[in-house]
Protein backbone atom coordinates (compact mmCIF):
# COMPACT_ATOMS: atom_id res chain seq x y z
CA UNK A 1 0.00 0.00 0.00
CA UNK A 2 1.74 3.23 -1.15
CA UNK A 3 1.47 5.98 1.65
CA UNK A 4 -0.05 9.53 1.71
CA UNK A 5 3.00 10.69 1.55
CA UNK A 6 4.87 8.95 -1.41
CA UNK A 7 1.52 9.05 -3.14
CA UNK A 8 1.61 13.45 -2.86
CA UNK A 9 5.43 12.97 -4.18
CA UNK A 10 4.66 10.91 -7.10
CA UNK A 11 1.79 13.09 -8.04
CA UNK A 12 3.84 15.95 -7.89
CA UNK A 13 6.26 14.22 -10.32
CA UNK A 14 3.97 14.13 -12.84
CA UNK A 15 4.29 17.89 -13.22
CA UNK A 16 7.99 17.34 -13.59
CA UNK A 17 9.34 18.73 -16.90
CA UNK A 18 13.24 19.23 -16.98
CA UNK A 19 14.96 17.15 -14.21
CA UNK A 20 18.42 19.47 -13.60
CA UNK A 21 21.57 17.07 -11.83
CA UNK A 22 24.27 18.40 -10.28
CA UNK A 23 27.49 17.91 -10.71
CA UNK A 24 29.80 20.69 -9.00
CA UNK A 25 33.37 19.55 -10.56
CA UNK A 26 31.35 20.68 -13.61
CA UNK A 27 29.67 23.73 -12.51
CA UNK A 28 32.16 26.08 -14.04
CA UNK A 29 33.69 27.09 -10.68
CA UNK A 30 30.25 27.18 -9.12
CA UNK A 31 29.01 25.37 -5.82
CA UNK A 32 26.34 23.44 -5.64
CA UNK A 33 24.60 25.81 -4.01
CA UNK A 34 24.93 28.58 -6.76
CA UNK A 35 23.56 26.28 -8.98
CA UNK A 36 20.83 25.09 -7.16
CA UNK A 37 19.66 28.92 -6.60
CA UNK A 38 19.68 29.33 -10.57
CA UNK A 39 17.54 26.17 -10.93
CA UNK A 40 15.05 27.41 -8.58
CA UNK A 41 15.03 30.48 -10.35
CA UNK A 42 14.57 29.34 -13.75
CA UNK A 43 11.03 26.98 -12.53
CA UNK A 44 12.55 23.44 -12.17
CA UNK A 45 10.12 21.52 -10.17
CA UNK A 46 13.05 19.08 -9.38
CA UNK A 47 16.41 18.79 -8.49
CA UNK A 48 18.76 15.94 -7.58
CA UNK A 49 21.62 16.48 -5.93
CA UNK A 50 24.53 14.18 -7.22
CA UNK A 51 28.05 14.48 -6.29
CA UNK A 52 30.37 11.61 -6.61
CA UNK A 53 33.42 13.26 -4.96
CA UNK A 54 32.22 14.73 -1.59
CA UNK A 55 32.65 13.18 2.11
CA UNK A 56 29.26 11.60 3.23
CA UNK A 57 29.41 14.30 6.06
CA UNK A 58 29.87 17.05 3.45
CA UNK A 59 27.27 15.60 1.31
CA UNK A 60 25.17 15.37 3.87
CA UNK A 61 25.35 19.33 4.95
CA UNK A 62 24.66 19.74 1.20
CA UNK A 63 21.33 17.83 1.50
CA UNK A 64 20.46 19.59 4.53
CA UNK A 65 20.92 22.79 3.12
CA UNK A 66 19.26 21.94 -0.53
CA UNK A 67 15.87 20.55 1.49
CA UNK A 68 15.70 23.99 3.53
CA UNK A 69 15.94 25.70 -0.21
CA UNK A 70 13.86 23.52 -1.76
CA UNK A 71 10.99 23.06 0.65
CA UNK A 72 10.36 26.85 0.60
CA UNK A 73 10.48 26.75 -3.28
CA UNK A 74 8.29 23.42 -3.67
CA UNK A 75 10.61 21.74 -4.93
CA UNK A 76 11.16 17.97 -5.02
CA UNK A 77 14.79 16.90 -3.50
CA UNK A 78 15.73 13.56 -4.91
CA UNK A 79 19.38 12.79 -3.68
CA UNK A 80 21.52 10.56 -5.83
CA UNK A 81 22.90 7.00 -4.45
CA UNK A 82 22.57 7.64 -0.75
CA UNK A 83 18.98 6.40 0.87
CA UNK A 84 20.36 6.97 4.62
CA UNK A 85 21.36 10.91 3.52
CA UNK A 86 18.27 10.87 1.73
CA UNK A 87 16.11 9.59 4.68
CA UNK A 88 17.77 12.15 6.86
CA UNK A 89 17.47 14.97 5.49
CA UNK A 90 13.56 14.15 4.53
CA UNK A 91 14.31 14.88 0.83
CA UNK A 92 11.38 13.48 -1.30
CA UNK A 93 12.96 10.76 -3.14
CA UNK A 94 16.43 8.97 -4.02
CA UNK A 95 17.94 7.84 -7.28
CA UNK A 96 19.74 4.88 -7.59
CA UNK A 97 22.34 2.97 -9.90
CA UNK A 98 22.36 -0.49 -11.36
CA UNK A 99 25.64 -0.65 -8.44
CA UNK A 100 23.55 1.09 -6.02
CA UNK A 101 21.17 -0.85 -3.38
CA UNK A 102 18.59 -2.78 -5.02
CA UNK A 103 15.10 -0.93 -5.52
CA UNK A 104 13.21 -3.39 -4.09
CA UNK A 105 15.96 -3.11 -0.82
CA UNK A 106 15.23 0.39 -0.72
CA UNK A 107 11.69 0.21 -0.90
CA UNK A 108 11.76 -1.57 2.70
CA UNK A 109 13.91 1.06 4.36
CA UNK A 110 12.48 4.21 2.53
CA UNK A 111 8.58 3.24 1.91
CA UNK A 112 7.82 7.05 1.67
CA UNK A 113 10.70 7.80 -0.37
CA UNK A 114 10.50 8.38 -4.44
CA UNK A 115 12.52 5.72 -5.56
CA UNK A 116 14.14 6.35 -9.06
CA UNK A 117 16.52 3.83 -11.18
CA UNK A 118 19.34 4.52 -13.61
CA UNK A 119 18.80 2.15 -16.15
CA UNK A 120 20.59 1.31 -20.07
CA UNK A 121 18.38 -1.18 -21.39
CA UNK A 122 14.77 -2.42 -21.96
CA UNK A 123 15.52 -5.43 -19.62
CA UNK A 124 16.90 -2.83 -17.16
CA UNK A 125 13.96 -0.74 -17.07
CA UNK A 126 11.28 -3.33 -16.66
CA UNK A 127 13.27 -4.94 -13.53
CA UNK A 128 13.21 -1.61 -11.83
CA UNK A 129 9.59 -1.03 -12.80
CA UNK A 130 9.20 -4.12 -11.12
CA UNK A 131 11.00 -4.27 -8.18
CA UNK A 132 8.66 -0.74 -7.32
CA UNK A 133 10.64 1.87 -8.97
CA UNK A 134 8.29 4.92 -9.01
CA UNK A 135 10.37 6.51 -12.14
CA UNK A 136 12.80 4.88 -14.14
CA UNK A 137 15.82 6.59 -16.28
CA UNK A 138 16.33 6.01 -19.78
CA UNK A 139 20.39 6.24 -20.66
CA UNK A 140 22.81 7.66 -21.60
CA UNK A 141 21.05 8.60 -25.04
CA UNK A 142 24.16 10.81 -26.11
CA UNK A 143 27.90 10.33 -25.49
CA UNK A 144 28.25 11.71 -22.14
CA UNK A 145 31.33 12.54 -20.08
CA UNK A 146 29.24 13.08 -16.99
CA UNK A 147 28.90 8.80 -16.04
CA UNK A 148 31.01 6.28 -16.64
CA UNK A 149 30.67 2.34 -17.11
CA UNK A 150 27.44 2.94 -18.86
CA UNK A 151 28.37 1.43 -22.06
CA UNK A 152 27.67 3.26 -25.49
CA UNK A 153 24.93 5.68 -25.71
CA UNK A 154 21.46 4.45 -26.37
CA UNK A 155 20.17 7.03 -28.89
CA UNK A 156 17.08 8.75 -29.06
CA UNK A 157 15.07 5.77 -31.06
CA UNK A 158 15.31 3.61 -27.64
CA UNK A 159 13.30 6.32 -25.61
CA UNK A 160 10.30 5.21 -27.16
CA UNK A 161 11.48 1.69 -27.40
CA UNK A 162 11.87 1.19 -23.86
CA UNK A 163 9.51 4.06 -22.35
CA UNK A 164 7.08 2.84 -24.58
CA UNK A 165 6.85 -0.52 -22.67
CA UNK A 166 6.51 1.30 -19.13
CA UNK A 167 3.79 1.72 -16.68
CA UNK A 168 5.96 4.22 -14.45
CA UNK A 169 7.48 7.49 -15.89
CA UNK A 170 10.31 7.62 -17.24
CA UNK A 171 13.04 10.70 -17.38
CA UNK A 172 15.97 10.75 -20.31
CA UNK A 173 19.18 11.36 -19.62
CA UNK A 174 22.94 11.93 -21.39
CA UNK A 175 24.30 14.44 -23.19
CA UNK A 176 21.32 16.09 -23.91
CA UNK A 177 21.89 19.94 -24.65
CA UNK A 178 19.48 22.80 -26.14
CA UNK A 179 21.37 21.76 -30.01
CA UNK A 180 19.26 17.77 -29.33
CA UNK A 181 16.51 18.09 -26.90
CA UNK A 182 14.05 18.36 -29.97
CA UNK A 183 15.36 15.01 -30.57
CA UNK A 184 14.31 13.32 -27.54
CA UNK A 185 11.54 15.24 -27.28
CA UNK A 186 10.52 14.24 -30.90
CA UNK A 187 10.62 10.18 -29.82
CA UNK A 188 8.10 11.17 -26.68
CA UNK A 189 10.18 11.85 -23.97
CA UNK A 190 8.42 14.69 -21.73
CA UNK A 191 11.02 14.32 -18.19
CA UNK A 192 14.70 15.36 -19.10
CA UNK A 193 17.29 15.48 -16.93
CA UNK A 194 20.30 17.33 -17.58
CA UNK A 195 24.02 18.10 -15.89
CA UNK A 196 26.11 20.28 -18.09
CA UNK A 197 23.44 22.19 -20.36
CA UNK A 198 22.36 23.60 -16.59
CA UNK A 199 25.39 23.67 -14.90
CA UNK A 200 28.23 24.62 -17.32
CA UNK A 201 25.42 27.64 -18.71
CA UNK A 202 26.14 31.29 -17.78
CA UNK A 203 23.22 32.14 -17.25
CA UNK A 204 21.52 29.09 -15.41
CA UNK A 205 18.48 29.82 -14.75
CA UNK A 206 18.06 31.47 -18.13
CA UNK A 207 19.22 27.94 -19.57
CA UNK A 208 16.48 26.12 -17.00
CA UNK A 209 13.66 28.45 -18.63
CA UNK A 210 14.75 27.78 -22.00
CA UNK A 211 14.89 24.11 -21.84
CA UNK A 212 11.59 24.04 -19.79
CA UNK A 213 9.85 25.95 -22.75
CA UNK A 214 11.21 23.60 -25.24
CA UNK A 215 9.71 20.67 -22.90
CA UNK A 216 6.20 22.75 -22.50
CA UNK A 217 6.19 23.20 -26.61
CA UNK A 218 6.49 20.05 -27.28
CA UNK A 219 3.81 18.84 -25.19
CA UNK A 220 1.28 20.94 -26.43
Same mark, same amino acid.
Given at each position: ????? %? /?????? #?????? $??????????? &??????? /???????? %???????? !? =?????? $???????? !? *????????? *???? $???????????????????????? =? &? !??????????????????????????? $???????? =???????????? +????????? +? &????? #???? +?? *???????????? +???????????? !???? *???????? &?????? =???
Amino acid at each position: MVSLK %R /ERRKEA #FLDVDL $YPVTCERLSSG &RSNMEVL /EGIVRGGA %RIVQLRDK !E =AARKDL $YLTAAAFR !E *ITRKAGVLL *IIND $YVDIALAVDADGVHLGQEDLPVAA =A &R !EIAPDLLIGASTHSLEQALAAQGEGAD $YVNIGPIF =ATGTKEGTGPFL +GPKAIGEIG +G &RLQVP #FTVM +GG *IKESNIGEVLAQ +GARRVAVVTAVT !EARD *IAAAVGSL &RGKISQ =AAN
